[in-house]
């Protein structure tokens, strides 16, 4: 264990070497913008109620933003590069009052409706291609896995959701909960208007296609496996959790949304030090053990656990590597790709929110179609240890390629 001197110091560094307040206010951003993004799930019971959903269309409600989200995050990408990192916020959560002031106004009046507001929804989700890049662009290499892991920690917004929406939806009515929303989120825009400020070097404005050069490159398409695993995971539990305790054991939706919370909580905990861990042993070490992690608890899960308890010890664990698991990931990205922040934050975030609706929807077309939801949770579990697989096949290569450039012990991958 270092001294507390070092680490005292390491802490003034790191204080001293960006912009607290533009930090501050990503995460707030990303975190209220989240709880916008999963609304539909704690609030799917009572919806799914309201329109009289089966399974199959319940997993498609929760998996539609975050499936909107997956590519809008492409899109707020380029536009955090291509005009800064304040504008983009400032856009992105002007649309999203605007859709959850309208749903509460107009109601949503059946599942057609209720797939447009997911959409918009989806809008919320993309905050993160916006929130990380401007949280990174203040900091050095060495304190990236921090700065983005604290950042990014706005994951927790998913745990608002959980714990107030099913009790504001049962005491004011569930369209009323997106107007809340909007009120909530019109406080974070002049906030974030006041607070935020990007950062003094930019990347150079690029064309369109210079933007997405990176998909020219084997290495995104690794991060894009190994993000839509963990974020993937995260969020496609956040959103399907609710529907499944009410489900599979009989929870009320308050109390649903309370077991919901706790689980989320676990992963939006441990986001901020899957960050300070890679920074410490390297990301690339302890994706390898987060990957087996999340394997073994998913397989768990997805025997369909006899108690409540067991589930949602099964799940928290699965959420802890999920959400350690974000953080690391994350503290690679900056390294690998300096200039291209942005629009790769877009992309990996991308296929981590495309992996969030596949694990939604087959939670819902697999109890559907065979009456048990193992299939979605044994599939998923397989994809993350491919992931695993993943790391040891490219982990030599990269210790050796993203030194080139560094001062040697800058940053641990």
């Known amino acids: 264990m270092p001294p507390v001197g070092d680490i005292m110091t390491g802490s003034k560094s790191f204080l001293k070497s960006g912009h607290l307040p533009t930090l501050f206010a990503a995460f707030l951003y990303f975190d209220f913008s989240f709880m916008c993004w999963v609304l539909l799930g704690p609030l799917g019971i009572q919806i799914a109620k309201a329109l009289h959903l089966?399974?199959?269309?319940?997993?498609?409600?929760?998996?539609?933003?975050?499936?909107?989200?997956?590519?809008?995050?492409?899109?707020?990408?380029?536009?955090?590069?291509?005009?800064?990192?304040?504008k983009a916020g400032i856009f992105a959560q002007s649309v999203v009052i605007v859709g959850l002031a309208t749903a509460s106004i107009l109601g949503v009046p059946d599942f057609n409706a209720l797939l447009c507001l997911g959409v918009v929804l989806g809008m919320a989700?993309?905050?993160?291609?916006?929130?990380?890049?401007?949280?990174?662009?203040?900091?050095?290499?060495?304190h990236q896995g921090?700065?983005?892991?604290?950042a990014g920690a706005g994951n927790s917004g998913t745990v608002l959701a959980a714990l107030f929406a099913p009790a504001l939806g049962l005491a004011f009515?569930?369209?009323?909960?997106?107007?809340?929303?909007?009120?909530?989120?019109?406080?974070?825009?002049?906030?974030?208007?006041?607070?935020?400020?990007?950062?003094?070097?930019?990347?150079?404005?690029?064309?369109?296609?210079?933007?997405?050069?990176v998909l020219g490159m084997k290495d995104t398409y690794w991060f894009m496996l190994f993000y839509g695993v963990t974020f993937g995971g995260f969020v496609g539990l956040s959103s399907s959790l609710s529907i499944y305790f009410h489900t599979q054991y009989g929870l009320a939706p308050?109390?649903?949304?309370?077991?919901?919370?706790?689980?989320?909580?676990?992963?939006?905990?441990?986001?901020?030090?899957?960050?300070?861990?890679?920074?410490?042993?390297?990301?690339?070490?302890?994706?390898?053990?987060?990957?087996?992690?999340a394997t073994a608890a998913l397989c768990a899960v997805s025997t369909g656990l006899p108690t409540l308890p067991m589930a949602l010890m099964g799940f928290i664990i699965a959420m802890l590597a999920l959400g350690t698991g974000n953080g690391a990931v994350f503290?690679?990205?900056?390294?690998?790709?300096?200039?291209?922040?942005?629009?790769?934050?877009?992309?990996?975030?991308?296929a981590g929110g495309i992996g969030g609706?596949?694990?939604?929807?087959?939670?819902?077309?697999?109890?559907?179609?065979?009456?048990?939801?193992?299939?979605?949770?044994?599939i998923f579990a397989g994809l993350a240890a491919v992931a695993c697989?993943?790391?040891?096949?490219?982990?030599?290569?990269?210790?050796?390629?993203?030194?080139?450039?560094?001062?040697?012990?800058?940053?641990?991958v």
Request: contains cysteine; proline residues 4%.
């Open 54 to 86: 089966d399974p199959a269309h319940k997993g498609l409600m929760v998996a539609t933003p975050v499936l909107a989200g997956a590519f809008l995050r492409i899109f707020n990408g380029i536009m955090a590069d291509h005009f800064g990192a304040k």
């Open 125 to 142: 989700g993309a905050s993160f291609a916006i929130a990380l890049p401007m949280a990174s662009r203040w900091y050095p290499v060495e």
């Open 146 to 150: 921090k700065a983005m892991g604290l």
């Open 173 to 213: 009515g569930w369209t009323h909960v997106f107007g809340i929303a909007a009120v909530l989120m019109t406080v974070v825009l002049a906030s974030f208007i006041l607070l935020a400020k990007d950062a003094p070097t930019q990347p150079p404005k690029q064309t369109l296609s210079a933007y997405l050069s």
């Open 254 to 293: 308050v109390q649903a949304g309370y077991a919901t919370a706790a689980c989320v909580f676990a992963g939006s905990l441990f986001r901020p030090i899957g960050g300070w861990l890679a920074d410490k042993v390297g990301g690339l070490r302890a994706l390898s053990i987060l990957y087996v992690i």
């Open 331 to 350: 503290q690679l990205v900056p390294v690998r790709f300096v200039k291209e922040i942005g629009v790769i934050t877009g992309i990996v975030g991308c």
């Open 357 to 378: 609706f596949y694990l939604a929807s087959s939670l819902g077309f697999s109890k559907q179609w065979t009456g048990s939801y193992q299939a979605g949770f044994l």
């Open 389 to 412: 697989v993943g790391i040891q096949i490219v982990k030599h290569e990269w210790r050796i390629s993203f030194s080139r450039g560094y001062a040697e012990g800058a940053v641990r």
